[in-house]
């Protein structure tokens, strides 16, 4: 398959032929020479995928940290307290972009090669304390770090905001995660490279991005380059990342290309992984003894499927980790939401939860048969990202397996419409979900109440066609569930001329239920598809 297929690709590395182990090895890192361009020789991006296949065939080898104790125990706080000089940014002046590093330490430990290309030459950038500032409350800690502890990340700034400041754009550090803004946003969910074996018994296994070479744009230029080399114990792959910052007409957005290695069998592959916060909101307005009404980077998982359906499932902080996949085949989408972006309903001047990124993961090419899979892990504080949403495909991802994975990642806010037509020639249209509530099925005081396991669901449903109908216009719910009984079904009209669909749940004994609601007019779907597993043992 050429370069520039536009395909997904999926084959075996057949000169892979023993199985490469997932353990450690005292053997050299393998390494590749610097590029340079040559009419005649490969692009960076051949370089680079040559690269990752060559470490594939190797056994993995962990990035070794070099960074004293001091600075790997620094605090959050301390950390923080390392900024680089905004007046040392590279390309500063030069282009149209600029690149500040991240310092090592605060448990970014891990070396990242940063190489720098311009007029067709790569050169590494090498580690130098006076790109850094070092706060007073770093005064009396040891900081230096030789120079072979390369730098912990990068971010990627540009006028997104104010054409006279450069805002952060898109930031890497951490294993394989990096976070993009769109304009007037701050940062909330991460994306990353690539998952493997998320909830898996035996642990999750976290592939590092270990090197990257950062293009020089030209003068004007509203796109960005980059290429990263991740490294894993089963993966190795090739990043090719084309970064599109947002103005007040369109959104920020990076085309993404993913060509993977398997070194050992994954167990579970994890394409365009999206990570985020759910603490309470949803079901659980304020939580327990807090003042804010809601606390989360992202409220729901957004689908569109293969079969033009639009599906919406809430997140939950349960009592125990849920893990549930949307079953598909060919998908033209998904992402995590922010779907309400009013201030009085986070109630939080520091963390901003109303000015939150959604994002979009836009497919493209065929993906095969898989599922989107939402993990969700019980959380007591808003410091832990306990979500996390990617496509798992069927196909398992075996010793010697090279695949190619193509798609758009896109910011947005509440609703991935109008907005994101520019990037994707348009977005959902259809009415959304703005409230979900589930409670006990029974008026205060009712004599003769129901069992407490029943439930009484309301839906209220805004936008779309629903916003031109009449009061008295027909608007019909379709309502199913895995388990139980539905009763009760009912359409009603909201003040704001949107509709509520509500209904009474009868469980069976002690068994979930896994619900789907939406509207019609006529014959013809009106909204999108509310999707929510219900679980006896943790009603909120």
Same mark, same amino acid.
């Not at 353990?23 to 040559?38: F, H, K, L």
């Not at 999707?531 to 909120?540: D, F, G, I, K, T």
């Given at each position: 398959m050429s370069e520039d297929d536009p395909r997904p690709a999926t084959g075996r590395d057949e000169? &892979?032929? %023993?199985?490469?182990?997932?353990?450690?090895? &005292?053997?050299? /890192?393998?390494?590749?020479?610097?590029?340079? $361009?040559?009419?005649?020789?490969? =692009? +960076?991006?051949?370089?680079?995928?040559?690269?990752?296949? +060559?470490?594939?065939?190797?056994?993995?080898?962990?990035?070794?940290?070099?960074v004293p104790r001091t600075v790997s125990d620094l605090t959050y706080v301390q950390y923080r307290g390392i900024s680089f000089r905004a007046d040392r940014a590279i390309w500063r002046g030069r282009a149209p972009f600029e690149i500040q590093l991240f310092h090592p330490g605060g448990g970014n430990d891990s070396p990242v090669r940063v190489h720098l290309v311009e007029s067709g030459r790569a050169v590494p950038l090498e580690f130098d304390a006076s790109l850094f500032r070092y706060g007073d409350e770093l005064t009396d800690i040891d900081v230096a770090v030789p120079d072979q502890a390369g730098f912990a990340g990068l971010k990627v700034l540009f006028p997104l905001n104010d054409p006279e400041r450069m805002d952060e754009v898109v930031s890497f550090l951490g294993a394989s995660y990096f976070r993009l803004l769109g304009p007037g946003h701050v940062y909330g969910l991460s994306s990353r490279g690539l998952a493997v074996d998320v909830a898996r018994p035996e642990g999750e296994e976290f592939p590092d991005f270990v090197e990257f070479w950062l293009v020089r744009p030209e003068p004007g230029a509203r796109t960005f380059t980059l290429f990263g080399l991740l490294d894993g114990p089963s993966v190795a792959g090739a990043f090719h990342f084309e970064l599109a910052p947002g103005d007040e007409s369109s959104p920020t957005s990076m085309d993404v290309e993913a060509r993977l290695f398997a070194r050992a069998d994954a167990g579970k592959l994890g394409v365009a992984p999206l990570t985020s916060m759910y603490l309470h909101g949803t079901f659980a307005r304020g939580g327990d003894d807090d003042f804010r009404p809601r606390v989360h980077d992202s409220e729901g998982l957004l689908m569109h499927t293969g079969r033009d359906e639009w599906i919406w499932r809430p997140l939950t902080n349960?009592?125990?980790?849920? !893990? &549930? =996949? !949307?079953?598909?085949?060919?998908?033209? @989408?998904? @992402? !995590? *939401?922010?779907?309400?972006?009013?201030?009085?309903n986070y109630m939080d001047l520091e963390a901003q939860y109303h000015r939150r990124p959604s994002e979009w993961v836009q497919v493209q090419g065929d993906w095969g048969l898989g599922g989107v899979e939402l993990l969700e892990i019980p959380t007591t504080t808003e410091f832990n990202d306990n979500?996390?949403? =990617?496509? /798992?495909?069927?196909?398992?991802?075996r010793a010697g397996d090279v695949r190619t994975y193509r798609y758009r990642l896109i910011t947005f806010d509440e609703r991935f419409d109008s907005e994101a037509d520019t990037i994707i020639g348009g977005g959902q249209t259809l009415a959304q979900v703005t409230r979900s509530r589930i409670g006990w099925d029974a008026l205060p005081g009712q004599a003769d109440p129901p069992p407490r396991?029943?439930?009484? *669901? %309301? !839906?209220?449903?805004? @936008? @779309? #066609? +629903?916003?031109?109908? &009449?009061?008295?216009? $027909?608007? #019909?719910?379709a309502a199913s569930t895995s388990s139980g009984e539905i009763s009760d079904l009912l359409v009603q009209v909201l003040p704001d001329g949107g509709r509520r669909a509500t209904f009474t749940l009868i469980p069976e004994a002690d068994r979930g239920a896994d619900m789907r609601v939406y509207l019609l007019v006529g014959d013809q779907p009106v909204s999108e598809t509310w999707?929510?597993?219900?679980?006896?043992?943790?009603?909120?």
């Open positions: 000169s &892979t032929a %023993v199985r490469a182990g997932s353990a450690e090895d &005292t053997g050299p /890192v393998v390494t590749m020479p610097a590029w340079i $361009s040559d009419a005649s020789g490969p =692009s +960076l991006f051949q370089h680079v995928t040559e690269y990752a296949r +060559l470490r594939a065939r190797a056994a993995y080898r962990k990035p070794t940290p070099v349960s009592a125990g980790v849920r !893990l &549930t =996949s !949307l079953r598909d085949e060919s998908p033209a @989408g998904y @992402g !995590l *939401v922010q779907r309400d972006r009013t201030f009085g979500i996390v949403a =990617s496509w /798992v495909p069927v196909e398992p991802f396991s029943q439930r009484r *669901v %309301v !839906l209220d449903f805004e @936008g @779309g #066609l +629903l916003g031109t109908l &009449t009061p008295g216009a $027909s608007v #019909l719910a999707s929510y597993l219900w679980e006896p043992a943790r009603v909120p």
